[in-house]
């Protein structure tokens, strides 16, 4: 069992309690952030004095080297290190000897993993935002094709209003915005430097944590050596965030399920992202749809489950934190993977517009217009929405939408009507004549799509992610 603590104690750790205890299995996830943050940590030790320029040269050479052999197989991360630092630090020092062993001064495990959780979490959180973007393209290319494209707004699953496809999605854009601007608002708050606060008290070596900072692109380090290292909000809060991704995602996954239904034909699931049943040969499943519905449940559970673990916790580092990872990592994963997908099933979705208009035209989404006529000629409310209601009872018996009757029938109900409740009624003229800004008109889609386009065409991950320093210089 490789340890690099194991100087305080005079016999082994039993093997069950060293399992329990490691946490490479998942930990060497980050391989990659361990030496990035070793390399900065190197490189601020030669800066300081505190090694010599070859000491730290051959140190940085050396982690580069084993960065390299990992990634294309010539070295195996195995269980025989308690965890990832332990296994980068042991190589090191195998090749290089008493000059690797120098390679942990001024740091702990404490705010080394820390800093690597929160340098994976970082990068992870702009790969969740690219994926989110590129969904957020998918969408705007189907409100700018689908402006004119009529069907049923609903509330309760009941029909309600016409609106467009446009402005559907549009409901959804205006979701996985905010999803963005979530995560830029995480990136902001936590894109901090933990590493040189030490086991929780910092260090006396005199360690530059603002250069450490800024060779890893962070904004500066952080100001409290204890919250350094035992700080897990910026995780809950991208959970968090996840969650909501995932929410939203479950609930456009609903929608698609229905609307790919036998009673909607809304639209037709490319066969790419189908899957057919085993017996009956007709089916074609929204098995994409289903599972981002079911996936949903999992992240919130990583959300809750490191909300529990941190719940009773006292400063500064317990090792209950080591449970921060699995869960996360799951996490982090699946939502990638349900947006990837979804986002690929979204845009070789084809949408039905005859049936959309047909349902919104069967299902008295016209109803408040017609109200509305009335009321435009002379008739208050409450009895206009009467009237409107004994006429869709009329419409009912009859199986026949409101503008398709005659004015005959319409005026055996109310005299008021002319032949002008024909224009009214219409589902064209009840999307268009509403031009409020957000509202489904054409008038008022084509400037919220022009601002939508240019919201896609800042990038505040460029503005974030410049002016890092390279370990070369």
């Known amino acids: 069992m490789a340890q690099l603590w194991g100087g305080r104690f005079t016999k082994e750790t039993d093997q069950l309690v060293y399992n329990f205890n490691a946490s490479i299995s998942f930990d060497q996830k980050f391989y990659k952030q361990d030496i990035e943050g070793s390399m900065a940590h190197v490189c601020m030790l030669g800066r300081q004095g505190i090694l010599t320029q070859e000491e730290m040269q051959a140190i940085v050479k050396t982690l580069g080297e084993i960065q390299k052999d990992v990634e294309e197989g010539r070295l195996v991360i195995t269980d025989a290190y308690e965890d990832i630092h332990s296994f980068v630090e042991a190589v090191l020092i195998e090749r290089l000897g008493d000059t690797g062993k120098k390679l942990h001064t001024g740091r702990s495990r404490n705010d080394q993993v820390a800093l690597d959780m929160r340098l994976y979490t970082r990068l992870e959180l702009l790969y969740t935002d690219v994926l989110l973007k590129e969904l957020l393209k998918v969408l705007l290319r189907i409100m700018e094709e689908h402006v004119d494209t009529i069907m049923p707004g609903f509330t309760h699953l009941q029909k309600a209003q016409p609106v467009t496809l446009a402005h559907h999605m549009g409901a959804y854009f205006e979701m996985f915005k905010r999803d963005r601007l979530r995560l830029c608002d995480i990136y902001r708050r936590m894109n901090y430097c933990p590493l040189g606060a030490g086991a929780l008290a910092g260090t006396t070596y005199p360690l530059d944590r603002e250069y450490t900072a800024k060779l890893l692109g962070f904004y500066g380090p952080t100001l409290n050596s204890m919250d350094s290292v035992s700080d897990r909000d910026y995780l809950i809060e991208f959970l968090s965030a996840l969650s909501t991704i995932m929410m939203h995602l479950s609930r456009f996954s609903e929608e698609i399920i229905l609307w790919n239904s036998n009673e909607y034909r809304f639209v037709e699931i490319d066969d790419a992202y189908s899957t057919g049943s085993s017996i009956m040969p007709q089916k074609k499943n929204p098995d994409i749809a289903e599972l981002a519905r079911g996936k949903t449940g999992r992240v919130y559970g990583a959300l809750v489950s490191l909300l529990t673990t941190m719940k009773?916790?006292?400063?500064?580092?317990?090792?209950?934190?080591?449970?921060?990872?699995?869960?996360?990592?799951?996490?982090?994963?699946?939502?990638?993977?349900?947006?990837?997908?979804?986002?690929?099933?979204?845009?070789?979705?084809?949408?039905?517009?005859?049936?959309?208009?047909?349902?919104?035209?069967?299902?008295?989404?016209?109803?408040?217009?017609?109200?509305?006529?009335?009321?435009?000629?002379?008739?208050?409310?409450?009895?206009?929405?009467?009237?409107?209601?004994?006429?869709?009872?009329?419409?009912?018996?009859?199986?026949?939408?409101?503008?398709?009757?005659?004015?005959?029938?319409?005026?055996?109900?109310?005299?008021?009507?002319?032949?002008?409740?024909?224009?009214?009624?219409?589902?064209?003229?009840?999307?268009?004549?509403?031009?409020?800004?957000?509202?489904?008109?054409?008038?008022?889609?084509?400037?919220?799509?022009?601002?939508?386009?240019?919201?896609?065409?800042?990038?505040?991950?460029?503005?974030?992610?410049?002016?890092?320093?390279?370990?070369?210089?």
Not at 345 to 358: I, N, Q, S, V
Not at 424 to 432: F, H, I, M
């Open 312 to 473: 009773g916790i006292p400063l500064a580092y317990n090792k209950d934190m080591q449970e921060d990872k699995e869960l996360t990592f799951d996490a982090m994963d699946t939502v990638k993977g349900c947006l990837a997908l979804f986002t690929g099933m979204l845009d070789t979705m084809t949408f039905c517009r005859e049936a959309m208009e047909k349902s919104a035209a069967h299902g008295f989404t016209n109803a408040t217009d017609a109200a509305d006529y009335l009321v435009n000629h002379g008739v208050p409310f409450r009895d206009a929405h009467g009237i409107v209601g004994r006429l869709v009872l009329y419409c009912i018996d009859k199986g026949a939408a409101i503008d398709e009757l005659s004015l005959e029938e319409l005026r055996s109900i109310s005299p008021v009507f002319k032949e002008d409740i024909f224009e009214a009624v219409s589902l064209k003229t009840c999307v268009d004549k509403r031009l409020t800004l957000g509202a489904p008109g054409r008038e008022a889609m084509e400037q919220v799509i022009a601002m939508e386009r240019e919201y896609l065409a800042e990038e505040w991950q460029n503005e974030e992610a410049k002016n890092f320093v390279k370990f070369a210089e």
